[in-house]
């Protein structure tokens, strides 16, 4: 089979098949490209991970595009990062044709109240565990705690300022703190 | 022009997508805020619909809001948009600066982005919940349906991380938590 089609179905399978993004789809990945199809390595799948933690986006994307790269070049990293975004598009605008009708059913509309709810602990739950994976220093705690406080504020008085914003101050942050630490003069230094 | 508005914003949010699945959530709602493409509730409705379907969250999101503001189009501009940033960097990592990400410059500065989007990610989930519970600061009422929905589902999500030794699955939380609505806000 040509390598740009085969590359779009096995990530059209992926997608189409993993819940909830993100790590789910690692397992899925690891068993159709590594063990199945062998186009990459665990050792590039492993790479690929940790440049997908510091890079934005999903990493089920990052991952396909690198694969789909690794295996036919630039056509090659269009049709991987296609494959998993088709499926999930088809579906959801399928959906979208739909969800305001759906919502006038009153049944629907008292189940959506209780969602609207699960959703805000999801999202709380979802916090909970980033922070237990955090770094245990001063720095980074210190940020999470000012960061988390603003936003708090920014949404519950609607306050006119963008997260986006936030993240620019962080980064500009923990750059300056870096920088008069004198952590990069020293020589192969840890930093600090 | 809603496409070029589309498109710039899901751009936004592509390029500051750090931290997952629930990293995004936060900057979309910035985003869609203040466009006024969604109101609020309809956006959290989303956020479950897209927790339960196939796919990364913030490209069902895309999808969805492009397609409600646009139809077809719409939603083919907002999804191009809300990959292309991590589409290009992956490129240009992988093609080009293999080493880019190791400086330590570049590592400072992540250091940085990572506490503050589980601080805005922490923040979001509080202010969420309160609203649920408690309306606006500036009106505090207390919906007591909200809370024994929330009371529910909190016991069910501890009891089951204490019994199993695992988390209970976010679909299945969503599903559990479509039950109560109906029970609670039925009678």
Same mark, same amino acid.
Not at chain 1, 151 to 157: Q, Y
Not at chain 2, 78 to 94: E, G, K, N, Q, R
């Given at each position: 089979m040509n390598i740009l089609l085969d590359l779009f179905l096995t990530f059209a399978k992926i997608g189409l098949f993993t819940f909830g993004g993100g790590y789910a789809m690692i397992a899925m990945i690891e068993n159709s490209c590594i063990e199945h199809k062998q186009w990459i390595t665990h050792d590039e799948m492993m790479n690929i991970t940790v440049v997908a933690e510091s890079t934005p986006g999903p990493i089920a994307i990052n991952c396909a595009t690198f694969t789909g790269y690794k295996k036919a070049g630039f056509p090659g990293a269009l049709a991987a990062t296609l494959g998993i975004i088709v499926p999930s598009f088809a579906v959801i605008y399928f959906i979208s044709m739909f969800l305001d009708h759906f919502l006038e059913i009153e #049944?629907?509309?008292?189940?959506?109240?209780?969602?609207?709810?699960?959703?805000?602990?999801?999202?709380?739950?979802a916090a909970a565990t980033m922070i237990k994976k955090m770094q245990k220093k001063k720095l980074p705690r210190a940020i999470m705690a000012c960061c988390c406080i603003i #936003?708090?504020?920014?949404?519950?008085?609607a306050w006119n300022f963008s997260s986006i914003n936030l993240m620019l101050i962080a980064g500009i942050v923990s750059l300056t703190v870096f920088i008069l630490s004198g952590a990069p003069a020293r020589k192969g230094g840890k930093e600090g | 022009m809603i496409y070029l508005q589309l498109f710039l914003g899901f751009l936004k949010v592509g390029c500051f997508a750090f931290?997952?699945? $629930?990293?995004?959530?936060?900057?979309?709602?910035?985003?869609?805020?203040? $466009?006024?493409?969604?109101?609020?509730?309809?956006?959290?409705?989303?956020?479950?619909?897209?927790?339960?379907?196939?796919g990364p969250i913030m490209v069902n999101l895309a999808t969805y809001i492009g397609s409600n503001q646009a139809g077809f189009p719409g939603? *083919?501009?907002?999804?191009?948009? *809300?990959?292309?940033?991590?589409?290009?960097?992956?490129?240009?990592?992988?093609?080009?600066?293999?080493?880019?990400?190791?400086?330590?410059y570049v590592q400072a500065v992540l250091r940085g982005l990572k506490p503050c989007v589980i601080g805005i990610v922490l923040a979001t989930g509080i202010y969420m919940v309160f609203a649920n519970c408690m309306g606006s600061i500036f009106a505090v009422e207390l919906n007591y349906n909200a809370i024994i929905i929330s009371v529910i589902l909190i016991a069910a999500m501890l009891g089951y991380k204490y019994f199993r030794k695992k988390k209970l699955s976010p679909i299945l939380v969503i599903i559990l938590s479509a039950a109560a609505g109906i029970f609670v806000y039925g009678i």
């Open positions: #049944m629907i509309a008292d189940a959506f109240k209780g969602i609207k709810i699960a959703v805000g602990l999801l999202i709380l739950d #936003m708090l504020c920014v949404n519950l008085f | 931290g997952g699945a $629930y990293g995004a959530i936060p900057l979309i709602r910035d985003v869609v805020m203040s $466009y006024g493409w969604l109101s609020g509730e309809m956006l959290t409705y989303m956020i479950a619909v897209s927790e339960s379907t196939p939603a *083919v501009v907002a999804t191009v948009a *809300v990959v292309l940033p991590s589409f290009l960097i992956i490129l240009l990592v992988t093609a080009l600066l293999k080493t880019a990400l190791k400086n330590k």
